[in-house]
């Protein structure tokens, strides 16, 4: 007599979640005891506010300059909003050194020795830095929104959070700083090394909004820093892509490179 058996789906998919549960928990213990977390938490919201609020005065300066076209096309929430990038930078930079850290003193291979699923373990790190970086940003949109709108209020030029565009800038923004922050993880994963791994960062978002001038207008809005500078923008000019479209982009680079990441870790030794 045949016995029919059938897999035990039900018990695998639990034990799946078992361990999901158990990476993200171990992730962000990790990540919540490290004081240059919560440094780099309160570095990315005053200087992303700070430098919204220098751009913001020094177009207040400049506006009597401006010809009606440039007067025409402002946007005074991207203004306000300039400071995503250095939050990009600096939730980003900790991101990649959540894995590069664990390279440098060995601890990775604890790592992957307790959770043999490296590439569960790298997609939670992910997951967990994107967590992290999303309320960060959105705090810091919504307060150097307010604080831009009411020095623009001098001149009449503020916008209201109900404006056409404005909430969808700031929650795309903060949807963006979380992609860079995956894209982090990814880079440290590759790269392995926090001075590359960073350098590479800052390549990425500011070098590539700064070098991306010189390319022409359909190609520069899919670079990663032109693409986070898009997710803020109300009144899009060429070479800047809709706010959606850009956290598609963003999200691309966030999964190649954590694809990468993963391929290398599940190929190489730590």
Not at 65 to 90: E, H, K, Y
Request: hydrophobic share 55%; proline share 4%.
């Amino acid at each position: 007599m045949s016995v029919t058996t059938y897999p035990a789906t039900p018990a695998l998919a639990v034990l799946r979640a078992t361990t999901i549960s158990r990476i993200l928990k171990g992730e962000w213990t990790k990540l919540r005891t490290l004081p240059s977390t919560w440094r780099t938490a309160a570095f990315a919201l005053v200087f992303s506010i700070a430098a919204g609020a220098v751009l913001v005065l020094s177009q207040v300066s400049e506006w009597a300059n401006m010809t009606p076209q440039q007067r025409l096309t402002f946007d005074a929430t991207s203004c306000s909003l300039f400071g995503i990038m250095i939050a990009g930078v600096l939730l980003g930079s900790l991101a990649l050194r959540s894995v590069t850290a664990e390279y440098a003193s060995g601890m990775i291979r604890s790592t992957f020795t307790a959770m043999p699923a490296r590439r569960l373990v790298l997609t939670g790190k992910a997951a967990i830095m994107a967590a992290f970086a999303f309320p960060v940003a959105l705090v810091s949109n919504f307060v150097a929104f307010e604080i831009g709108q009411r020095i623009f209020a001098g001149k009449h030029l503020q916008v209201g959070l109900g404006h056409p565009g404005v909430l969808g800038a700031i929650f795309f923004g903060a949807v963006a700083v979380s992609l860079i922050a995956v894209v982090g993880v990814g880079l440290g994963g590759v790269i392995r090394h926090t001075a590359g791994a960073t350098t590479a960062m800052a390549v990425l978002i500011v070098g590539g909004v700064t070098l991306g001038q010189l390319l022409p207008a359909g190609l520069r809005g899919y670079l990663p820093g032109t693409a986070l500078q898009a997710a803020v923008t109300v009144h899009r000019s060429p070479g800047i892509l809709a706010p959606g479209a850009a956290i598609v982009v963003l999200g691309a680079y966030a999964a190649i490179t954590l694809a990468a990441a993963s391929i290398r870790a599940a190929h190489r030794d730590a």
